[in-house]
Nanobody, 116 residues
Framework: QVQLVESGGGLVQAGGSTRLSCAASRSIFSINAMGWYRQAPGKQRELVATVTSRSSTNYADSVKGRFTISRDILKNTVYLQMSSLKPEDTGVYYC??????????WGQGTQVTVSS
């Protein structure tokens, strides 16, 4: 079992920046992949960004060039640096740990609200 605790987010003005953190209760050194997803009101949860055990990253087209995912192995933490925020980035952001194929853990989510 793995616990994921997200922090960061809150209310941000359009064009601003903020950083989300996701701390895992176990070492993420050999984890398959970690990522961030978001869910806007009335919409399905969608992929934002992922980073694999080989540090390969993947981003949703809507955030490319604005968001950066990274991980700190020593702190067992994954970050999502968000810049040039838009109102459409508003939503609950969830941390995901794909510990192994078919084994996923989720954080409780953290709200990000971008005001225009």
């Amino acid at each position: 079992q793995v616990q994921l605790v997200e922090s960061g987010g809150g209310l941000v003005q359009a064009g601003g920046s903020t950083r989300l953190s996701c701390a895992a209760s176990r070492s993420i050194f050999s984890i398959n992949a970690m990522g961030w997803y978001r869910q806007a009101p009335g919409k399905q949860r969608e992929l934002v960004a992922t980073v694999t055990s080989r540090s390969s990253t993947n981003y949703a087209d809507s955030v490319k060039g604005r968001f950066t995912i990274s991980r700190d192995i020593l702190k067992n933490t994954v970050y999502l640096q968000m810049s040039s925020l838009k109102p459409e980035d508003t939503g609950v952001y969830y941390c995901n740990a794909n510990w192994a194929p078919g084994v996923n853990y989720w954080g409780q989510g953290t709200q990000v609200t971008v005001s225009s």
